[in-house]
């Protein structure tokens, strides 16, 4: 009965949907995935296995998690993380080759819920009709709000559809913990100089011709794609596109002048933005100023705010150095004024310098775990008073009371200390501040030793 019953919304038989699909899903022979001289190079050039894929070992090779994950015979759902141009559509096609799963594609950009609804109907259908399963890859799964995101949960834990969401986004932060549950997160390197090469070669053995490139404009090419190989494949079209004149062997400054650089990739409120003030802020702390400067460039070339990198190197004179070196915060201060009476280009030298002295400076987080700790032990010991000698007696009752009675003044005492006790009565004296042997806090370790003697004295 199913094989003549026409499809409800009045399409072919299942049969025929069935051999249809069939059809579909068969691997596309090389020549025909070719295309004609119109199809761009980096589609011409798609890997026809997974064996073919550059730059991602890691998952691909004979120890890969893919690898591994194929010879289970067991394909999870995914997500694929990683910068544009790496090879996530190409890894899902051909996942679904391999497999031996129908592919359908739809993006998050242009689709809805009736769109996911309709694949899912689809893919339902064609399990029923075949017997065989659908693995449903989703482009830019991250744009889907969460909950879009909850509408794939059913039909993925069901085996209704294999999904295989790409994104460029960190998924800790865009994609619901429900999901991310269910699927397994693979992270795909950018193309390293080896695997650029490599489609450099295989872009002059598919049009016959070799790039108009000296060496030194080669390696400027393969450094101009930032690690994207989609768009080096585009830059590869675009100079063979010169004409005979123009296309006499080009070196890194005719090559630039010829070709626009690829922008800097940064998002300034996402994933890549924290990951470059760590990297900034981890480089001060390990007294490396060619790595800060260089975080710091990065930023910069990225579109950054200097303000908002001014308040982290403000925030970093008091958190890792402290009173190791107290002219810190005071320049790091300096630096963010500077910048504000300059303003681009000459304040971001100010800043630079800055950048530097904090990498060069003694460390200490001493200043920063005291403070930390103090919070901790005041939420602890509660409304304690202060002892009765230290508080303030304007008033006749308060000092009927005992207030300020015993005070005494340090600068008439000895070394102008008096060593009396400055917590509440009945606390126990605690040692929060507790100085490195480095910079100026070396100096205050051996004047708190001092003092600890003192107080110390008096009580014996």
Partial sequence: MADIM?????GPSS???????EEAARPASSSSRRGTGTQPLADRLRPQSLDDVQGQTHLLGP?????????????SSLILWGGPGCGK???????????????TKISAVFSGVADLKKAFDEARRKAEATGRG?????DEIHRFNRAQQDGFLPYVEQGTVVLVGATTENPSFTLNSALLSRCQVLVLHRLDDAALEQLLVRAEHETGRLLPLTDEGRTSLRAMADGDGRYLLNMVEQLLS???????????????RSLSRRPVLYDRDRDEHYNLISALHKSLRGSDPDAGLYWFARMLEGGEDPRYIARRLVRFASEDIGEADPTSLPLAQAGAAAYERLGSPEGEVALAQVVVHL????????????YNEARVLAKRTGSLMPPAHIRNAPTALMKELGYKKGYEYDHDCEDGVSGQNYFPDGMERVTLYKPVDRGFEERIRKRLDMLAQKRASRQS
């Avoid at 026409?6 to 009045?10: I, N, R, V, Y």
């Avoid at 049969?15 to 699909?21: F, K, L, N, T, V």
């Fill in 15 to 21: 049969r025929e949907a069935s051999q249809r699909d």
């Fill in 6 to 10: 026409p499809d409800l919304f009045g």
């Fill in 63 to 75: 120890e890969g998690t893919l690898t591994r994950m194929l010879e289970s015979g067991h394909l």
């Fill in 359 to 370: 990498a060069v400076a003694s460390k200490s987080n001493a200043v920063y775990k005291a």
């Fill in 134 to 138: 659908t693995l449903l890859f989703v």
């Fill in 89 to 103: 559509t190409t890894i899902a096609q051909l996942l679904a080759e391999r497999v031996g799963l129908f592919y």
């Fill in 242 to 256: 010169l004409t005979k004149r123009e296309a006499s062997p080009l070196g890194p400054d005719e090559l630039a």
